[in-house]
């Protein structure tokens, strides 16, 4: 089990979760029912399950390739001996397939209970993540695609909770969400298997405009994202006010804006994997003080 866990980050995959739940909450203003807060979970857990277990089984040759020449143990959410488990031979293709199948069908039956207009988004992450695994050796842009498909879950979660929400609304999210990616983890992950990806010819940000012009990205990036959280509270019914957007504020700065500057300034491999880390926590961040004003209400 611990093999397939390993396909579906699984890790990386339960902190993800958080950002879709802070997406509900922020949108809805309260707790769902029991039955369809419980449907919500299972549905993210499975979505996400599917979903990076299709990048490593789309990308399982390069991954191959990376294996061969070694490979670093990598940040704290995804360091593993059981990383690449398809390249390194540890579960079966076909194996795999049947994971992701699985975890690809309850995602789907639960879409379909809670809102089927939801497949729609579904079907286009699973598309956009098989485009972003073959575009690995032919352009950087590949990391715009990476913002599209993270920012999937939290959309889903939405229409999730509320059956036609704003769509200036939606696009103000997006624009906060996919800044978070990009420069909180597409950008340090590939920073950190920058030599593997050297090897393979990759067409990454660090290794085409080099180190120092992809930590000025990360900065102007995550800055973007920690600013327009201060807009989100307009997204929700509850009247949020000044303490909410201290509090996104100070949590954009701290797993954010402060690890980012020390990667800027230091160019250094182990400040990328702390920032991926960091950035990683920052959705259970926003999911713990939505929360926390949620039930103050």
């Known amino acids: 089990m611990r093999r397939f866990l390993a396909l579906?980050?699984?890790?990386?995959?339960?902190?993800?979760?958080?950002?879709?739940?802070?997406?509900?909450?922020?949108?809805?203003?309260?707790?769902?029912?029991?039955?369809?807060?419980?449907?919500?979970?299972?549905t993210a857990l499975a979505g996400y399950t599917a979903i990076y277990a299709l990048n490593d089984l789309i990308g399982v040759k390069d991954d191959k390739e990376?294996?061969?020449?070694?490979?670093?143990?990598?940040?704290?959410?995804?360091?593993?001996?059981?990383?690449?488990?398809?390249?390194?031979?540890?579960?079966?293709?076909?194996?795999?397939?049947?994971?992701?199948?699985?975890?690809?069908?309850?995602?789907?039956?639960?879409?379909?209970?809670?809102?089927?207009?939801?497949?729609?988004i579904l079907f286009a992450a699973a598309m956009l993540e098989v485009a972003y695994v073959k575009l690995l050796k032919v352009t950087w842009w590949r990391t715009v695609v990476s913002g599209?498909?993270?920012?999937?879950?939290?959309?889903?979660?939405?229409?999730?909770?509320?059956?036609?929400?704003?769509?200036?609304g939606l696009a103000l999210m997006l624009a906060w969400l996919m800044p978070w990616e990009i420069g909180g983890q597409n950008i340090p992950a590939d920073w950190n298997d920058i030599e593997e990806d050297r090897r393979i010819g990759a067409r990454t940000i660090p290794l085409v405009f080099g180190l120092r012009a992809a930590g000025a990205m990360?900065?102007?990036?995550?800055?973007?994202?920690?600013?327009?959280?201060?807009?989100?509270?307009?997204?929700?019914?509850?009247?949020?006010?000044?303490?909410?957007?201290?509090?996104?504020l100070a949590a954009g700065a701290v797993l954010l804006l402060w690890p980012a500057l020390r990667l800027a300034r230091t160019l250094d491999g182990r400040q990328a994997a702390r920032l991926f880390d960091r950035a990683s926590l920052y959705p259970l961040a926003l999911l713990a003080i939505v929360t926390a004003f949620v039930l103050s209400r």
């Open 8 to 42: 579906s980050r699984s890790t990386h995959g339960v902190l993800d979760i958080a950002m879709p739940g802070f997406a509900a909450l922020l949108w809805l203003g309260h707790f769902p029912p029991w039955r369809v807060l419980g449907l919500c979970l299972l």
């Open 66 to 120: 990376k294996v061969a020449g070694g490979i670093k143990p990598g940040y704290a959410v995804e360091a593993s001996e059981l990383r690449y488990p398809l390249a390194q031979n540890l579960i079966s293709m076909k194996g795999g397939l049947a994971w992701f199948g699985f975890w690809f069908a309850v995602a789907m039956v639960g879409i379909w209970l809670l809102n089927p207009a939801i497949l729609v």
């Open 148 to 168: 599209l498909v993270k920012s999937a879950g939290p959309v889903a979660a939405v229409f999730a909770v509320v059956p036609a929400p704003s769509w200036a």
């Open 218 to 248: 990360v900065v102007v990036l995550l800055a973007s994202t920690v600013g327009l959280s201060l807009l989100l509270p307009r997204l929700s019914p509850l009247a949020l006010g000044w303490p909410f957007q201290l509090a996104l």
